[in-house]
């Protein structure tokens, strides 16, 4: 570990504690990863010194000559791994990548249209205690209640009905696969932009294993650290005007210059100052990682894991939201197994297993409470386990569930799950 840290011996303390934590026990939050070494320190890097507002070319600081390499290389790999035509790899988090398209496609107080937080959709999706809710008008569509699925109908009619000025598609808590075509279709009835926040599954949808929606997509937006596995930030991407089977909305041919420019300066000045060129810099090391095929057979994995580990809850009894999953999350309802959300984080967390309590389709608990967990693959992937782990992993959340009151139990079942992560070592040259 870093010795330069020692001599403040009270952060030193609080680093190891992490570290420790992240080794020993296992990481099953949907939206967490672990970087490789290269990220990380890209990410510790010097370039954390440089000022460089403005964008590669065009800077209102002298001296970013490396900088601009560094974010043109991030821009050249994001644009490959997407086949995008146009990238901003500048927003600081999602949240702020969200935000600038908010403000570029939308006047306050107009109506958009996204998947309600209850169901899966994200704050920055309409909640009334963020950024969209407050300056804009937010309507949420939701799950069709029998399948738990999404159901294109019941958004067509909701669209038909509150004419919203955008609509977004992607989730933070969402198993199944999204048909970006027929809401284009959906979009283009109503005269609508239509966005996607693919911050989840990107890594997924990177490689191809899940539909991409930049071909159908005004604008697309991400995180960088979730299935993509880079440092904490966000990315704004647009598609290829030539595979936009549904034809373009603004003038032709000046379409991808009018669209970055208005990008580019919302993300800043809009809203951004100066980049965070060591964190741009570490985007770069992640996209290069994720173009090459090991990042393939990695993310092919993270389904299979996400499979494996919901088709053997199924065999527990547990009640995965739509019956199973077809990307890296399952949404477990806890309803039939007489455990809160909030008590299963808290007694999987005395158990060694991090989750998140997570609001289920149609909750009647609160979201401080909720009647279910998320359940993620992607950091345990990236620590080599397989599905041999998946079904150690599924039995451990079994007992633990059952025994969620016993301390006894969930101490041994933490020396179990301890042992488990010993056999897959992180932050070593492996990854
Ligand atoms: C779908 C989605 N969009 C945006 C975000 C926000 O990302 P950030 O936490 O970087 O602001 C998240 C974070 O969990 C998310 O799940």
């Not at 290269?38 to 954390?48: H, P, Q, R």
């Not at 995008?84 to 969200?98: C, I, K, L, M, T």
């Not at 397989?386 to 016993?406: H, L, P, R, T, Y």
Request: charged share 25%; aromatic share 8%.
């Amino acid at each position: 570990m870093n010795t330069a840290l020692k001599n403040d011996s009270e952060i030193y303390e609080i680093l190891e504690l992490e570290t420790n934590r992240q080794k020993n026990k296992l990481e099953l939050i949907a939206s967490e990863n672990f970087v490789s070494p290269a990220v990380l320190e890209a990410a510790g890097s010097v370039l954390t010194n440089k000022y460089a507002e403005g964008y590669p070319g065009r800077r209102y600081y002298g001296g970013c000559e490396y900088v601009d390499m560094a974010e043109n290389l991030a821009r050249e790999r994001l644009k490959k791994l997407f086949n995008a035509e146009y990238v901003n790899v500048q927003p600081h988090s999602g949240s702020q990548a969200n935000m600038a398209v908010f403000m570029t496609l939308l006047k306050p107080d107009d109506k958009f249209m996204g998947l309600s937080l209850a169901h899966g959709g994200h704050l920055t999706h309409g909640s009334p205690v963020n950024f969209s809710g407050k300056l804009y008008q937010a309507t949420g569509y939701e799950l069709n209640k029998d399948t738990r699925v999404l159901d294109y109908n019941i958004i067509q009619d909701m669209a038909k009905k509150e004419k919203p000025k955008m609509i977004i598609a992607g989730a933070s808590a969402y198993s199944r696969e999204w048909d970006y075509k027929n809401l284009r279709l959906i979009a283009d009835s109503i005269g609508a932009f239509l966005m996607c926040d693919m911050a989840h599954p990107a890594g997924l949808i990177a490689k191809g294993l899940l539909n991409n929606p930049l071909p159908y997509c005004d604008v697309v937006t991400s995180t960088t650290h979730k299935t993509l596995r880079g440092p904490r930030g966000g990315i704004i991407l647009i598609g290829k005007d030539s595979e936009n089977p549904f034809g373009i909305r603004t003038p032709k041919g000046d379409r991808l210059r009018m669209m970055s420019e208005l990008f580019d300066s919302t993300v800043m000045p809009g809203i951004q100052g100066g980049p965070l060129m060591h964190i741009i810099m570490a985007k770069a090391v992640a996209f290069g990682e994720a173009l090459t095929v090991e990042f393939e057979k990695y993310a092919k994995q993270i389904i299979r894991n996400a499979k494996t580990l919901s088709d053997k809850l199924i065999e527990f009894g547990f009640d995965i939201i739509s019956g199973g999953t077809d990307n890296h999350l399952m949404l477990i309802d806890l309803t039939n197994k007489n455990i809160t959300g909030k008590q299963a984080e808290n007694s999987l967390g005395a158990a060694g297993i991090t989750v998140n309590k997570n609001m289920v389709p149609f909750d009647k608990r609160s979201p401080f409470v909720t009647s279910g967990i998320r359940v993620g693959t992607p950091a345990v992937t990236t620590r080599g386990m397989k599905e041999e782990e998946m079904i150690k992993i599924a039995e451990i959340i079994n007992d633990a569930v059952n025994n969620f009151e016993d301390e006894k139990k969930l101490e041994q079942l933490k020396n179990d799950v301890k042992e488990l992560c010993s056999g897959f070592p992180l932050f070593s040259e492996k990854n």
